[in-house]
């Protein structure tokens, strides 16, 4: 492989990835609280089309990122109402939001099918960017890519190494021992999922103003729940889920290769299967054998909780 097919091939496994940590990033802090939202798909879709349809009209991708930032949030609210205050099932729940996430987008994006809108543009540093190999790929992304990197240490210093970090996980372990300390187990879920939502949304608007960048009808095709898997995959460690993103999203980015390149005459949908086929082999792995003792989820996890009195 030459140099500048190496290249490319690594940029654009950076950007398949970049989704897919923030998402992955955004649902390992819920569940970290206790809370089971399976609804990232829903969040992702809703985000996406409206950081595009604010880009397009705008033609500002940094108000298209604000409106998908705030589109996941507002979905991510009707999930927390629905389970923390009306306690909800949440499985339930996060599936209704997913269907609910694709007919709503479906329904706003209906006008913007097709249209092309300007992507994010990269960051030029002059001197580092035209570096061979190591320059595109280091200092050559777009700030997202960048902001993902940051939230993944922020994130793992926040649950690491702060008292707030450190209550949240509380209450996803002890609900019931964390407010008889006297702590607020709703409201610190309801940030927790507010922050879930923000991040998919996130993640979406990538997908619609960087990645393709255009609005197609579902077009996180599934990313929403290899998601969910990378935050099993890396038993709820940040570190670990941006290992886990850049994996899955280099399988992404490989079976583009493979198939654009006719390695093997193997049918085009077997190559489409690989980042899924991808999913389910980790997640076998990864739930037998000595990983098994090290990837337990949150005690309280998908559990309900009602104060007393």
Same mark, same amino acid.
């Given at each position: ?7 490319? =091939? ?15 990033? /955004? ?39 604000? @409106?998908?930032?705030?589109?996941? =949030?507002?979905?991510?609210? &009707?999930?927390? !109402? ?31 099918? /097709? ?11 002059? /001197? ?26 922020? &994130? ?11 209550? +949240? ?11 008889? #300390? /006297?702590?607020? &187990? ?7 999922? +507010? ?58 980015? #490989? ?25 389910? !082999? @980790? ?27």
């Amino acid at each position: 492989m030459s140099p500048d097919i190496l290249v490319a =091939a690594l940029l654009t496994a950076m950007t398949a990835a970049t989704p897919l940590l923030l998402a992955a990033l /955004g649902e390992l802090v819920v569940e970290k609280s206790g809370v089971l939202n399976l609804g990232v798909e829903g969040m992702m879709l809703v985000g996406a089309v409206a950081g595009f349809a604010v880009g397009l009209t705008t033609g500002d991708w940094r108000l298209g990122i604000l @409106a998908a930032a705030a589109a996941g =949030a507002a979905l991510a609210f &009707v999930f927390a !109402v629905l389970t923390l205050n009306l306690m909800s099932n949440q499985v339930a729940t996060g599936l209704a939001l997913t269907i609910f996430g694709i007919g709503l987008s479906s329904l706003i994006g209906a006008g913007f099918v /097709g249209r092309p809108v300007s992507p994010i543009p990269k960051l030029e540093l002059p /001197g580092l960017t035209d570096l061979p190999v190591v320059g595109p790929i280091l200092f050559g992304q777009d700030p997202i890519v960048y902001l993902s990197f940051v939230a993944a240490g922020a &994130v793992a210093w926040f649950l690491t190494r702060s008292r707030a970090g450190m209550v +949240l996980r509380a209450v996803g372990e002890s609900d019931v021992s964390a407010h008889a #300390l /006297g702590y607020d &187990v709703l409201r610190i879920r309801l940030y927790a999922v +507010l922050f879930g939502g923000v991040m998919a949304g996130l993640a979406g608007g990538y997908l619609s103003l960087a990645y393709t960048p255009l609005w197609i009808e579902e077009m996180t095709a599934g990313r929403g729940w290899i998601a969910l898997a990378i935050v099993v995959f890396a038993a709820w460690k940040p570190w670990r889920a941006v290992v886990g993103a850049y994996l899955f999203g280099g399988v992404t980015i #490989l079976q583009l290769y493979l198939q654009g390149a006719g390695v093997m005459p193997v049918p085009s949908q077997i190559f489409s299967m690989l980042p899924y086929l991808a999913t389910i !082999v @980790a997640l076998v792995f990864i739930s037998a054998g000595p990983w098994r003792a090290r990837s337990d989820a949150p005690a309280c996890l998908g559990k309900p909780f009602r104060p007393a009195g």
